[in-house]
């Protein structure tokens, strides 16, 4: 599945992150390479369901397989290709701890195979550029080759090349894992079952396109968490007071912005350094 990084996964899980508030995921390109794609009747639909499968199973990823998806808001249109399925489209997806997720899907996007994953946590943030920009760049003439990328629309000028795109693309990570369960008699780490959840969560999101509503994301049959609400995100700064936010000035105090518990009344304070 293109785009999950194994540090950036590993790193979420492990709390580096704290709780996960927001997860997005953005898959666009060109298009796609065979004519069977952007037939509707074969393919069963445009980029979102083309490219937005992975995008939701990659949000799914950070914020937890076990927390459920109660409800999705997408915007979906055919802006350029003469086709009848969408080319273009973005959504908003709800989580029952609060999380939310968001997906971006585009055939219609100049420049090549556009992959980025944002994470917000309450104790950090992940930006991840998976294949566009992945550190290389180069110009060249085009007259040395031709094959630059996939989804690369130019081998000629400033070009950003995919070292090692197998690996970038996670083709040999998803093949491994795929033959260690086999091997091991185990569950590999994508299955039917997280399918028939994304699935749902598409579901949900092309009747939302149509019907320009909050539309309910309908799962039979839900194996996660259930009654997850939303965590507690008051911090205690002492008996009177809840902590907003803490930070150092440019002249080297440290301000605290406060909420009284019984009032509600927010003020600030300054704790001057030591000198």
Same mark, same amino acid.
């Given at each position: 599945?293109?785009?999950?990084?194994?540090?950036?996964?590993?790193?979420?899980?492990?709390?580096?992150?704290?709780?996960?508030?927001?997860?997005?995921?953005?898959?666009? /390109?060109?298009?796609? /390479?065979?004519?069977? =794609?952007?037939?509707?009747? %074969?393919?069963?639909?445009?980029?979102?369901?083309? +490219?937005?499968?992975?995008?939701?199973?990659?949000?799914?990823?950070?914020?937890?397989?076990?927390?459920?998806?109660?409800?999705?808001?997408?915007?979906?249109?055919?802006?350029?290709?003469?086709?009848?399925?969408?080319?273009?489209?973005?959504?908003?997806?709800?989580?029952?701890?609060?999380?939310?997720? %968001? =997906?971006?899907?585009?055939?219609? =996007?100049?420049?090549?195979?556009?992959?980025?994953?944002?994470?917000? *946590?309450?104790?950090?943030?992940?930006?991840?550029?998976?294949? $566009?920009?992945?550190?290389?760049?180069?110009?060249?003439?085009? &007259? *040395? *080759?031709?094959?630059?990328?996939?989804?690369? !629309?130019?081998?000629?000028?400033?070009?950003?090349?995919?070292?090692?795109?197998?690996?970038?693309?996670?083709?040999?990570?998803? =093949?491994?894992?795929?033959?260690?369960?086999?091997?091991?008699?185990?569950?590999?780490?994508?299955?039917?079952?997280? *399918?028939?959840?994304?699935?749902?969560?598409?579901?949900?999101?092309?009747?939302?396109?149509?019907?320009?509503?909050?539309?309910?994301? &309908? +799962?039979?049959?839900?194996?996660?968490?259930?009654?997850?609400?939303?965590?507690? /995100?008051?911090? !205690?700064?002492?008996?009177? /007071?809840? $902590?907003?936010?803490?930070?150092?000035?440019?002249?080297?105090?440290?301000?605290?912005?406060?909420?009284?518990?019984?009032?509600? !009344?927010?003020?600030?304070?300054? !704790?001057?350094?030591?000198?």
């Amino acid at each position: 599945m293109a785009g999950i990084a194994k540090l950036s996964v590993t790193s979420v899980r492990e709390g580096a992150l704290g709780r996960i508030l927001w997860a997005k995921s953005r898959e666009t /390109h060109p298009g796609p /390479h065979s004519d069977w =794609f952007w037939d509707i009747e %074969q393919a069963g639909g445009g980029c979102v369901l083309d +490219l937005g499968c992975h995008c939701v199973e990659i949000t799914r990823s950070y914020i937890g397989k076990d927390i459920k998806p109660i409800e999705v808001m997408c915007w979906a249109d055919t802006q350029v290709k003469p086709i009848d399925a969408e080319d273009h489209a973005i959504a908003l997806i709800k989580y029952e701890n609060g999380a939310i997720a %968001q =997906f971006e899907v585009s055939w219609t =996007f100049r420049g090549g195979l556009d992959l980025r994953d944002e994470v917000m *946590g309450t104790e950090g943030t992940i930006w991840i550029n998976n294949f $566009l920009r992945t550190g290389f760049e180069m110009f060249t003439t085009g &007259k *040395g *080759g031709d094959y630059i990328a996939e989804k690369a !629309e130019s081998n000629s000028g400033w070009l950003f090349p995919v070292g090692d795109e197998l690996n970038e693309l996670g083709y040999n990570h998803m =093949f491994a894992d795929m033959f260690d369960a086999y091997e091991n008699k185990q569950s590999p780490k994508e299955t039917f079952y997280d *399918g028939y959840v994304v699935n749902a969560v598409l579901d949900a999101a092309y009747k939302s396109a149509k019907t320009k509503l909050w539309e309910p994301v &309908k +799962l039979v049959h839900w194996r996660g968490k259930e009654g997850v609400g939303k965590d507690n /995100h008051l911090v !205690e700064f002492d008996d009177e /007071h809840y $902590l907003i936010k803490e930070e150092m000035t440019h002249y080297g105090d440290k301000k605290l912005i406060l909420n009284n518990k019984k009032s509600g !009344e927010i003020i600030e304070k300054v !704790e001057e350094k030591i000198k």
